[in-house]
C-alpha cells in the first residue's frame, strides 16, 4: 500500500497561487501514476491532473495553463502548483498514487480562493 501526505493548503485571494505537496511512503516502486483530484461539496470528486511514470502530464481543461503537475522522484514527492486561482478552485484537493491494486488516497488538504 502507498501511504500520501497532502501540504500546502489555505487560504488565498482569486488570481494568487498555492503550491500542494504530496509525500509518498510505503510501496513506492508499485506506483503506475500519480494524480491530483478535488471535490467541492455537493459536487463529486474530479480529477484535475495526473503524471504517469514515463512523465506524461495530463490536467483538466478547466485548470490547463494555470496548474502545473510535477515529481521528484528521489524525494518521493509530487506537487500542484496552482496559478491564477479562481474561487470555483475552492475544494478539498487529494493525492491519489493508482497501482495494479488500484488507488490509494491522501486525506486531503482545503483550498479556499476568495473573490
Known amino acids: 500500500q502507498v501511504h500520501l501526505v497532502e501540504s500546502g493548503g489555505g487560504l488565498v485571494q482569486a488570481g494568487g497561487s498555492l503550491r500542494l505537496s504530496c509525500a509518498a511512503s510505503g510501496s513506492i516502486s508499485s506506483i503506475n501514476d500519480m494524480g491530483w483530484y478535488r471535490q467541492a461539496p455537493p459536487k463529486q470528486r474530479e480529477w484535475v491532473a495526473s503524471?504517469?511514470?514515463?512523465?506524461?502530464?495530463k490536467y483538466v481543461d478547466s485548470v490547463k495553463g494555470r496548474f502545473t503537475i510535477s515529481r521528484v522522484l528521489a524525494e518521493n514527492t509530487f506537487f500542484l502548483q496552482m496559478d491564477n486561482l479562481k474561487p470555483e478552485d475552492t475544494a478539498l484537493y487529494y493525492c491519489?498514487?493508482?497501482?495494479?491494486?488500484?488507488?490509494?488516497w491522501g486525506q486531503g488538504t482545503q483550498v479556499t480562493v476568495s473573490s
Open positions: 503524471v504517469s511514470s514515463d512523465g506524461t502530464t
Open positions: 491519489a498514487a493508482r497501482t495494479s491494486r488500484g488507488i490509494d
